[in-house]
């Protein structure tokens, strides 16, 4: 039962890793130099190595969602459902879909013209805050943003709701309090990871 869990998580742990190493640095150096400024070509390779990072940690909770709804709800079954090859398929579809997504916004920006000239005022390049600093029409930045904004901010996310209902559906069958407790405690660490990561996206977009 923890083998595909293992490889969840090893994934996790390196999408978190670079995630944090996009932003962080240059941060860390601006500090030091007192300054806020970041050439262009480097603003698009962050914002996308921040986008295709931060996506891609939203698709791996979900896929560990889904892999402890079929632990609970599945257990004999569970070495079959989640083989190797349903692992691979889980975890390399998100990253296909969200180096796709990265580069559609990334390609977008290189397109648009800025007013700020060739440096962006800003330690941390996010698609909203400069699009407010282009001269040129954004209407379709807008419409790209909003529509992959809901395809891939909607789809994890009820992903980890679906698991979890069906989780605690199967849960509130189990006739035994220990018994629920076992298998509500596989639960806890993920659902404190889910919880931090969008409660600080809802905090930070909404």
Known sequence: LHQPMFHLLSNLSLVDAFFSSTTVPKMLANLWSQSQAIPFASCLAQMYAFHLFGTMDSFLLATMAI????????????????????????????WLITNLQSLV???????????????IPHFFCDLMPLLKLSCSDTRTNELVIFVFGLLMGITPLTCILLSYTCIFW???????????????STCGSHLTVVSLFYGTIFTVYL
Request: positive net charge; contains cysteine.
């Open 67 to 94: 892999d402890r709804f079929v632990a609970i709800v599945y257990p004999l079954r569970y070495s079959v459902i989640m083989s190797p090859r349903v692992c691979g398929l889980l975890v390399g579809g998100p």
């Open 105 to 119: 916004h990334t390609c977008l920006m290189a397109q648009l013209t800025f007013c700020a000239g060739s440096k």
């Open 170 to 184: 199967a849960l509130f069958k189990i006739p035994s309090a220990q018994g629920k407790w076992k298998a509500f």
